[in-house]
């Protein structure tokens, strides 16, 4: 009977949030031919503002003159309202990143539905009104995507990783990741908060040496729109 209930239970997780998020990447993997643009990259900043590394970050942006997207957590935001106004100040977008960075799988249709009002509601205090959504980790649950239809927004996910949060990626290991994984087209997710400790400051090693190589190659930076 135990294992019975344990089954079931796995059964009902994988059909709340495993089963959402496994097509939604699917759907985005489909599409890549697509979605190419000759000369054009998307860079995109997952889980901050971070006082820390995203002031460091948009100075480098800034003395590139590349635009960028950040997908910021609403708790972040609240707590660094002068870091929001700079990205709105120097053209950069930005989109919700959920509240507090819970995971879709662990949340039940109340508290995603909080998630969502809770950290749309900081941005909104800010004077953002977000059009995109980037889930955690790529995940979602059937209240989410009930959310970002009912909220209007439209859910990015990414081309390009380099797994830049975790301690034990070099600047040097970011380099080379994003260089053989880059593309004409390719919305890139880089991190400016969270992960492992100094994290977010190899990342921004990494590309004090990658965006002057890409502009040398003719690579224009766009913030990201409705392009899907």
């Known amino acids: 009977m135990l294992i019975f209930l344990l089954l079931l239970a796995c059964a009902a997780a994988a059909g709340y949030a495993f089963l959402p998020s496994s097509l939604g990447k699917a759907r985005r993997r489909l599409s890549r031919n697509r979605r190419q643009e000759p000369g054009v990259l998307y860079l995109t900043f997952d889980d901050g503002p971070s006082p820390d590394y995203t002031p460091a970050l948009l100075d480098l942006l800034a003395s590139h003159q590349v635009p960028a997207t950040f997908f910021v957590v609403g708790d972040h935001a609240r707590e660094n309202p002068a870091l929001i106004q700079r990205m709105q100040d120097e053209g950069h977008a930005i989109g919700f990143h959920s509240a507090h960075h819970h995971s879709a799988y662990l949340m039940g249709p109340r508290q995603t539905r909080r998630d969502f009002s809770d950290g749309l509601t900081a941005l909104n205090d800010l004077g953002v009104a977000p059009r995109y959504f980037r889930p955690p980790w ?54 400016d908060g969270r992960g492992a400790e100094g994290a977010p400051g190899r990342t921004i090693q990494a590309l004090d040496v990658l965006l002057p190589e890409w502009l040398d190659q003719g690579f224009t930076f766009r913030p990201l729109v409705c392009h899907e």
């Open 138 to 191: 790529g995940v979602v649950n059937w209240s989410s995507l009930a959310q970002i239809r009912t909220r209007r927004l439209h859910p990015i996910l990414w081309d390009v990783m380099a797994q830049d949060w975790r301690g034990d990626i070099t600047s040097g290991e970011i380099i080379r990741r994003l260089r053989a994984r880059v593309y004409p087209g390719a919305v890139i997710c880089l991190h």
